[in-house]
């Protein structure tokens, strides 16, 4: 069974930033990509950035891109999104996810049902 547990949510005024983390038990971290979604109050979860298996490809929101990084660490079995600039749009609960296959494709990676494990999420929340 995988968990994954988010941290590193917190309030912080507009233009400020924050690393967010997620680290993962119960699986082989490195085989699959992972993903970072988040979802504010009265709307539905959006993908916000999905990163590949090694690190070397990453696909982003265009509402968070240029802003936001996301890296991982195989070896800490962690995955981190970086978030500056950061806007009061960008409140919201962040949710990262193990996507399904080894590979992948930007359909997939922007749509929830291209991951099979999520976390319980953490609240960000930026202030004007």
């Known amino acids: 069974q995988v968990q994954l547990v988010e941290s590193g949510g917190r309030l912080v005024q507009a233009g400020g930033s924050l690393r967010l983390s997620c680290v993962a038990t119960?699986?082989?971290?490195?085989?699959?990509?992972m993903g970072w979604f988040r979802q504010a109050p009265r709307k539905e979860r959006e993908f916000v950035a999905v990163?590949?298996?090694?690190?070397?490809?990453?696909d982003y929101a265009d509402s968070v891109k240029g802003r936001f990084t996301i890296s991982r660490d195989n070896a800490k079995n962690t995955v981190y999104l970086q978030m500056n600039s950061l806007k009061p749009d960008d409140t919201a609960v962040y949710y990262c996810?193990?996507?399904?296959?080894?590979?992948?494709?930007?359909?997939?990676?922007?749509?929830?049902?291209?991951?099979?494990?999520w976390g319980q999420g953490t609240q960000v929340t930026v202030s004007s």
């Open positions: 996810a193990d996507y399904r296959w080894e590979s992948f494709s930007r359909l997939w990676a922007r749509d929830m049902a291209g991951y099979d494990y």
């Open positions: 119960g699986s082989t971290f490195s085989t699959y990509p």
């Open positions: 990163i590949s298996r090694s690190g070397g490809s990453t």
